[in-house]
């Protein structure tokens, strides 16, 4: 932060803005506490942003077409949420609200990169991206019946021949080539590709310098062969949901993962703070659900509805497709993941039509409210490092835009979250998914009020976040 000494005539222009040549700022937030994870900044400060860039970050007093008093509030970088699912102008409402200014599909993925960032052009609330998807690329070559992000027939369950595998390569390599983010991988729901087939694609990923972005198969072999498997191919590892793949193992999860990175390898985790996954129930994680006893049905919560499911309503909602909610882990298990200083937070989040997981709207303020400043779990600067910085440098080594984000500092992009630490909290429900955070009243992305007064305004100025193209 720059701390100018100027004479007394210089400073009383500052103080009068009546000197010729005052600088005048398209939005100023003042007299806030301004935290930047990158540099160690945490002091109250005045930031000027002008053509969508953060332009100054003073203790002098700014002047502006917009001021916001920011008394009493943190002045933050956006929040990147590097596994959301909800790419929909009706989640990321809700996301923004959260503080998230960029949502990132970097576990499903998409078979048709330039497609998806297509659909998403002419702006939306905030910024967006996606990963090519194995899963998704897979279901495209296989031919699976699915309609929804993961693999309800020949896409999960079956081995790819010689030939289809080539084309999931093509498929991959295309993706990357049109400017994916990243490569996303869900072996849990592709129990047809053997090991193999798994590393072959981390080849790939790690001959563009990719990042792959896993929902691996359970255990800690699992993770073991996933980290070995990305170590021989020097492709970046990301597990994605690190409390939801390791449930009651989550401390050997974690060890494991510090292992990797002690030995040098990328290796980077987040988590979601919330006890209850979801996922389709369609899916092949519940392909053996007719043996399960019966206790284990009550576990999941049909989504559209919010019952509780038995043997029988379970397999009539299979039948019927749609999101199932899946309790049983513990608040020690989520305190362990979220308060690990190797994890991001990460929201894994998804709605659609009114119904889905409250991680999509409650995620941030979460950690913010609950276990930052009811807890004490984590402090506020460690917290934000793990909504910001580091999401933002698991992906800058491939996309150079990710230099910019994350970071609140002359030069940045001008994405700033501001919340209230002493009233920040999630709201939501897994009966009522659509209940929006509170406490965070003003977001900003590209320099322009997306949140204002705790409100949606009508602007639309996020981007579509790509890799260089080849």
């Not at 000197?19 to 100023?28: R, T």
């Not at 590393?199 to 996933?226: N, P």
């Not at 308060?339 to 889905?356: K, Q, V």
Request: proline residues 4%; negative net charge; aromatic residues 6%.
């Amino acid at each position: 932060m720059r701390n100018r000494v100027r004479s007394h005539v210089v400073a009383l222009c500052v103080l009068t803005a009546a000197c010729a040549g005052a600088e005048s700022y398209d939005l100023v937030v003042e007299n806030g506490r301004v935290v930047d994870p990158a540099t160690g900044l945490f002091e109250v400060a005045n930031v000027g942003v002008s053509d969508g860039s953060i332009a100054e970050i003073s203790n002098e007093r700014m002047t502006g077409a917009r001021v916001i008093d920011a008394t009493g509030l943190v002045v933050a970088p956006g929040f990147i949420d590097l596994h959301e699912h909800g790419q929909s102008d009706e989640a990321y409402a809700l996301m923004v609200r959260d503080g998230v200014t960029t949502a990132l599909e970097l576990e499903v993925g998409t078979a048709d990169v330039d497609g998806w960032y297509a659909a998403r052009a002419g702006g939306q609330r905030v910024n967006h991206g996606v990963s090519v998807g194995h899963m998704q690329v897979r279901m495209e070559v296989l031919d699976d019946p699915g309609t929804g992000l993961t693999p309800a027939g020949v896409g999960g369950s079956a081995a790819a021949t010689p030939e289809q595998l080539d084309a999931i390569e093509d498929g991959i390599r295309r993706g990357l080539e049109q400017g994916a983010l990243a490569v996303g991988f869900g072996t849990a729901y592709t129990p047809g590709a053997e090991m193999s087939e798994v590393e072959r694609m981390f080849d790939v990923a790690g001959e563009y310098g990719a990042s792959v972005h896993i929902h691996m198969r359970g255990s800690v072999a699992g993770l073991d062969s996933t980290i070995t498997a990305a170590r021989n191919a020097g492709a970046p590892l990301h597990i994605v949901h690190v409390n939801s793949s390791a449930g009651g193992a989550i401390d050997d999860f974690l060890a494991a993962i510090q292992a990797a990175r002690d030995d040098g390898q990328d290796v980077t985790t987040e988590t979601y703070p919330y006890g209850a996954g979801m996922t389709e129930i369609t899916s092949a994680l519940f392909d053996d659900w007719e043996s399960w006893p019966e206790e284990r049905f009550a576990d999941h919560q049909l989504v559209s509805t919010g019952e509780r499911l038995n043997r029988q309503t379970f397999g009539q909602a299979r039948a019927r497709g749609g999101t199932v909610i899946i309790h049983g882990r513990t608040e020690e298990m989520t305190r362990a993941a979220v308060g690990s200083p190797l994890t991001m937070i990460a929201s894994d989040g998804f709605i659609e039509n009114g119904r889905g997981h409250p991680r999509t709207s409650g995620s941030y303020s979460k950690v913010l409210g609950r276990y930052v400043r009811d807890e004490g779990l984590l402090d506020l600067e460690e917290a934000v490092a793990k909504m910001t910085i580091m999401p933002a440098r698991r992906l800058d080594d491939l996309t150079p835009a990710f230099e910019r984000k994350g970071r609140l500092q002359e030069g940045m992009d001008a994405d700033i979250t501001i919340f209230d630490p002493a009233t920040v909290i999630d709201r939501s429900t897994y009966m009522d998914a659509t209940i929006p955070a509170v406490g965070i009243p003003y977001v900003i992305v590209g320099g322009v009020l997306v949140v204002d007064g705790g409100e949606l305004t009508d602007a639309r100025p996020g981007v579509g976040v790509r890799a260089p193209t080849r």
